[in-house]
C-alpha cells in the first residue's frame, strides 16, 4: 500500500498560480502511475492529470491542457500539479492518487489503487 499526503492548496484570484504536490510513502516502488483527480460540490470526481511514475509521460483532461502541467521527483517521491491561469471552474478538492498496475487508461478512477484525503482549491472571481 501506498500512502499519499497532498499539500498546497488554498485561496487564489482567478488568473493567479497555485502548486500542489503530493507526498508519497510506503510500498513506493510498487508505483505505476501517478495522477490528479477533483471534486466540486455536488459533480462527480473528474480526472486532471497523470503522470508515468517510470518513464515520465504524461496525460490532461482537455479542460486543464496549457494551464496545468503535472510532474513528479521519483527521488523525492513527490508528484506536483502546477496550475497557471485558474478560474473559478477549477474550484474543487483537489486528489492525488497511485496505480500500482500497468496497460490501465490514466483518465479511470479505477486505474488507481490508493488515494489521498484531497486539498481544497478555491478560485475567487
Known amino acids: 500500500q501506498v500512502q499519499l499526503v497532498e499539500s498546497g492548496g488554498g485561496l487564489v484570484q482567478a488568473g493567479g498560480s497555485l502548486r500542489l504536490s503530493c507526498a508519497a510513502s510506503?510500498?513506493?516502488?510498487?508505483?505505476?502511475?501517478m495522477g490528479w483527480f477533483r471534486q466540486a460540490p455536488g459533480k462527480e470526481r473528474e480526472f486532471v492529470a497523470a503522470?508515468?511514475?517510470?518513464?515520465?509521460?504524461?496525460a490532461y483532461a482537455d479542460s486543464v491542457k496549457g494551464r496545468l502541467t503535472i510532474s513528479r521527483d521519483n527521488g523525492k517521491n513527490l508528484v506536483y500539479l502546477q496550475m497557471n491561469s485558474l478560474k473559478p471552474e477549477d474550484t474543487a478538492v483537489y486528489y492525488c492518487?497511485?496505480?500500482?498496475?500497468?496497460?490501465?487508461?490514466?483518465?479511470?478512477?479505477?486505474?488507481?489503487?490508493?488515494w489521498g484525503q484531497g486539498t481544497q482549491v478555491t478560485v475567487s472571481s
Open positions: 510506503g510500498r513506493t516502488f510498487t508505483m505505476s502511475a
Open positions: 492518487a497511485a496505480g500500482r498496475r500497468y496497460g490501465l487508461r490514466y483518465e479511470l478512477s479505477s486505474t488507481y489503487d490508493d
Open positions: 503522470i508515468s511514475w517510470s518513464g515520465g509521460g504524461t
